[in-house]
């Protein structure tokens, strides 16, 4: 089965408001990364956590190991948010497996 | 099983010097990427393509040209080498797109700019 369970799939925000993105892995994984894709195709870095949280501007991450998990917050959603956000969870020096993505909405 | 070959394994260059990084796959995979890895940092996408003469930006492309001249390679050129560009680049592929799916690491290639 997948490693990497991401949700949820689509997720529609008002401007202002916050939600949060869930990563569920099925295994032990060394970190994490979170990524944005923007309407322009490019894949933007976000975080990469090897354990605890991470705080950058409306945008928080936090990856625990031992719960195999990770989340990432968005807060005061705003409408460049837009885009597909992925995490992609590091297994060991050669493998990095990605979730299926988030495609978020915010609307004005 | 597959592999991903990239080479040079270690490329010493001078300042200003324009420098080129190649990777081979034999997976047959349709996703071919390029990160950088500083020491202490997570990976950070600099190319990526998605078929044969695709390029998609990651958001470390500014400095950076790549070339997808076939399915099974991949090369990127450090347009103009900085000292602070000594770090590892590490080539990757995948089946498909990015979502939901595993992403193959080459054993890297460490830039040195003198």
């Known amino acids: 089965g997948d490693q990497v369970e991401q949700s949820p799939s689509a997720l529609s925000l008002h401007e202002g408001t916050g939600s949060a993105l869930r990563c569920n892995f099925t295994t032990t994984m060394r970190a994490v990364q979170w990524f944005r894709k923007n309407s322009r195709g490019s894949l933007i870095n976000l975080f990469y956590l090897a354990s605890g949280t991470k705080e950058n501007g409306r945008l928080k991450s936090a990856f625990d190991s031992k719960e195999r998990y990770s989340t990432l917050h968005i807060r005061d959603a705003q409408l460049e948010d837009s885009g597909t956000y992925f995490c992609?969870?590091?297994?060991?020096?050669?493998?990095?497996?990605f979730g299926k993505g988030t495609h978020l909405h915010v609307l004005p | 099983g597959g592999i991903i070959t990239q080479t040079p394994k270690f490329l010493i260059g001078q300042e200003g010097q324009k420098l080129t990084l190649k990777c081979q796959q034999n997976f047959n995979h349709d996703t071919m990427y390029w990160y950088r890895q500083d020491s202490g940092k997570g990976l950070r996408l600099i190319y990526y393509s998605i078929t044969e003469n695709d390029l998609q930006k990651g958001d470390l492309s500014e400095g950076y040209d790549a070339s997808r001249e076939k399915k099974s390679s991949f090369s990127l050129t450090v347009t103009s080498a900085q000292k602070n560009e000594m770090a590892v680049f590490l080539c990757a592929s995948s089946w498909g797109t990015i979502s939901g799916n595993t992403l193959y690491f080459g054993e890297g290639s460490r830039l040195i700019v003198v």
């Open positions: 992609a969870a590091d297994t060991n020096a050669y493998k990095v497996i």
